[in-house]
């Protein structure tokens, strides 16, 4: 009996001893390992008690208990439980690793709906998310617009003091598309930088987001009404114009221009004008021969691709009076009647016989009075120089000679007149 109670004093102790280390463990140690420690613990205690219940009840079994299944059990917990609490065994603190870096992302964003017009004003809102595992601090929100987007009124720099791990905020500010923006979707930089603590040491970290919003330049490509011709014909060529212009801050892209209608023929269906830059003006013409007389219905079509890229078709409905073409003019510059008098083949040849004579006629009358002129005028020339010769001569010799001139004047104008009867020597001599 002394024997028995001494090994069951040894027993009760061995147990204590082992049960001890592993409940000071679990206590040092993080929650999640301190219940791992204290279910071994309790394994191991449930081991020793279940030991010694076999012990008590089973007083031929004793040495077994003892020597086997208790050492077993109580030496696989405690080594377990002292693995888990440190390093290797020998006792040192356990080297802690960070978490990962929290990411804030924008989930939503909204700006109306469609497109934005190049020059209006909208309102772009969006929600972010803490998609980390802690909390962030200290962020400070910036909105970027780039050369396409202005804040309309405010500031575009946002103050958070806190956004726990998994929570979600929105933000909202008023901006404007700039009227000289391009068409289509335009960037918008949304930059995050904030705070955040993990494993006992502070770090920054920052991350830009981009986001797009489409501007719709306005179509402004204007054609003036079709310029119609005056005088068309049947059978010649005529041109209807129209001016256009852009007054548009984007080009306007591939633009046709078509011509049909009943009554006309066209060379050229469709042309190709090309592209019109903003700003610009230029004028179409579209060239057709009318077929018949009357008025013709024809429709102008012009078709382009705005500074959305869209394609947009104009149609202007015209309507053009055509009249036959006039009977050609002979040479004599007589119309000749259309009524079926005359022949189909040409013209009888008497009646050319009889427009040579009368051209011949015509001329040798005209070269006749003309002869005559040019003799009469010459004839007057002749005349008028002699008398200013006979003059300026007959001084002269008066000059010299009183009696000889008397009687040489009287010779030279009997040779350049009319005969005349010459004095008598009787009235000569009685005046001497």
């Not at 219940?35 to 219940?53: E, H, L, R």
Request: charged fraction near 15%; aromatic fraction near 6%.
């Amino acid at each position: 009996m002394h024997t028995q109670d001494l090994t069951r004093r040894l027993i009760g102790a061995a147990a204590a001893l082992i049960a001890t280390p592993a409940l000071l463990l679990a206590c040092a140690t993080p929650d999640a390992f301190a219940m791992a420690g204290a279910s071994d613990a309790s394994t191991a205690s449930d081991a020793v008690s279940g030991a010694t219940s076999d012990t008590r009840t089973s007083g031929g079994g004793l040495s077994d208990a003892a020597t086997g299944d208790d050492d077993a059990a109580g030496s696989g917990s405690v080594n377990h439980a002292v693995d888990g609490g440190t390093n290797g065994g020998d006792g040192s603190d356990t080297t802690t690793i960070a978490g990962p870096v929290p990411n804030i992302i924008i989930t939503n964003f909204t700006y109306g709906d469609g497109s934005v017009v190049a020059g209006g004003d909208f309102n772009l809102a969006f929600t972010f998310q803490n998609m980390g595992k802690v909390a962030v601090d200290n962020m400070v929100v910036t909105v970027d617009g780039g050369e396409s987007f202005a804040i309309a009124g405010g500031t575009n720099t946002f103050y958070f003091d806190k956004l726990g791990a998994g929570y979600a905020m929105t933000q909202s500010l008023p901006m404007q598309a700039v009227p000289g923006a391009q068409s289509g979707a335009q960037g918008v930089t949304v930059s995050f930088k904030y705070e955040y603590v993990d494993g006992g040491a502070r770090s920054s970290n920052s991350s830009d987001i981009k986001i797009s919003v489409p501007i719709s330049q306005p179509d402004r490509f204007e054609l003036n009404d079709p310029v119609l011709p005056e005088g068309v014909t049947v059978g010649s060529e005529t041109t209807i114009t129209m001016n256009y212009v852009n007054k548009g801050k984007g080009d306007i892209a591939n633009v046709e221009a078509s011509i049909e209608g009943e009554g006309i023929q066209v060379t050229n269906a469709k042309q190709y004008v090309g592209n019109v830059a903003s700003g610009a003006t230029g004028s179409i013409g579209f060239a057709f021969t009318p077929t018949q007389a009357g008025d013709i219905n024809a429709k102008l079509r012009v078709t382009y691709e705005d500074p959305d890229g869209k394609t947009q078709t104009k149609e202007f409905p015209v309507t053009v009076s055509a009249a036959d073409a006039e009977p050609a003019m002979p040479d004599d510059g007589m119309v000749m009647p259309d009524d079926g008098t005359v022949d189909q083949q040409g013209i009888p040849g008497w009646v050319w016989a009889v427009v040579a004579v009368a051209v011949l006629a015509a001329g040798a009358v005209t070269v006749v009075l003309v002869r005559r002129r040019r003799k009469k005028a010459k004839q007057a020339d002749i005349d008028e120089e002699w008398d200013d010769w006979t003059g300026s001569n007959g001084t002269s010799a008066g000059a010299a000679n009183g009696s000889a001139d008397t009687d040489a004047t009287q010779v030279i104008a009997a040779q350049g007149a009319a005969p005349a009867a010459s004095p008598s020597p009787a009235s000569g001599e009685g005046r001497a």
